[in-house]
């Protein structure tokens, strides 16, 4: 499913070699923003977005994020949405509002940009 390698900016999906090394190589990935900067997030099993607090969650259908926001956003969409059966990652380090707001922004899919996960 996820493979190993360098990223391009083609949206395939590669783990960190110590994910794979632990044997939990689509649970954990590096998502690269616009910005260049990496950031970690961890697969959410159904109905687990109720048990996260405040973080950014991304849906991803395929290799491609399709939306990009705040967990508690994400909670709020029917269940029978595109975005909630997608793919769902978050990410939870960063603690305050704007760190949040800067990662979304970073992440949000757009027209003209390729979204890609970091090795």
Not at 21 to 43: E, K, M, N, Q
């Amino acid at each position: 499913m996820f493979s190993l390698g360098e990223s391009s900016m083609n949206p395939s999906p590669q783990v960190s070699r110590a994910a794979h090394a632990a044997g939990v190589s689509d649970r954990f990935l590096y998502w690269f923003g616009r910005s260049g900067r990496r950031y970690l997030f961890t697969r959410a099993g159904d109905g687990a977005l109720a048990d996260f607090g405040a973080g950014v969650a991304i849906a991803v259908s395929g290799d491609t994020v399709i939306w990009c926001g705040e967990v508690e956003t994400l909670a709020r969409f029917p269940a029978t949405s595109a975005v909630r059966q997608a793919s769902v990652y978050v990410h939870l380090l960063s603690p305050t509002p704007a760190e949040r707001r800067t990662v979304i922004e970073d992440l949000r899919p757009s027209a003209d940009c390729s979204m890609r996960l970091a090795a």
